[in-house]
């Protein structure tokens, strides 16, 4: 523990820090909170305000270490750890970052429903399904009018399990969010499709069409379940509509071909093969 006389010091260069940061003279605020932690290293709030200078200079490593420094003198600091799990998220460190928001969580478990987004976000883009769909499930069991990208979210990663009808319903209260929104007829028919319910497919992709006829990925999705359904003619119609939109690509190319080829027209099929070829060279 620093003397009196030195913690007075380092309390007025923090005060000093803290005037001059207001006033937008971050340098010099710096430099006052330096000299407070030269008498008193272990002096959180101004470790606080280090970090904060340096998240705002964008320089992240050195705002790693003042928050690293605060949890190594108080273990039980959550903001600290929020702090780091938010810049660990930036740098794309995503397990240091499921790591931390956990380490927060345990220590104080009622922290906004945006650390729980947060978190279940990590873990959905690390894989690891099963625990992002508790923490999406926990942060909406908090606020359940969540925005509707938070029930997308759940219901990919609820698909991602095999989970299929968990999966629909839960697109379909993202759709009672955004009634018009083209990409949660896109979900719900991938969905209905890998259940096997090929009507119900069709009828979600032709929704998202008729709210975006433009995108490439409805008609191609469209085209895969009247494959699926042995419907051919409508399924190369939905193929030559995604080809159009987004020309020259080969996986699209491919499955026109492979259309073609199941209706007899092979010298037609191999064309769209070989320029499926061309386009990846």
Known sequence: MPSQIEQEAAEHNLKQGNQLKKQGQLDAALEKYQKALEVYPEYVQALQQVAAIYEHKKQLNQALKCHEKIVNINPDNAKAYLNLATI??????????????QKAIAIKPKQPVKVYLNLGNSLRQQGQMKQAISVY?????????????????????LQKQKRIDAAISTYQKALELKPNNPNIYIFLGDAFLQKGAIDEAISNYQKSIALKSDSSLAHKNLGDAYQKKGTLDEALESYLQASELKPNTPSINRLIGDTLLRKGLDSQALNYYRQAIIAEE
């Open 88 to 101: 660990n998220e930036k740098q794309k460190n995503l397990n240091a970052a499921i790591t931390y928001y």
């Open 137 to 157: 499930r926990k942060a909406i069991k908090m606020r359940p009018k969540q925005p509707a990208n938070v029930y997308i979210k759940l219901g990919d990663s």
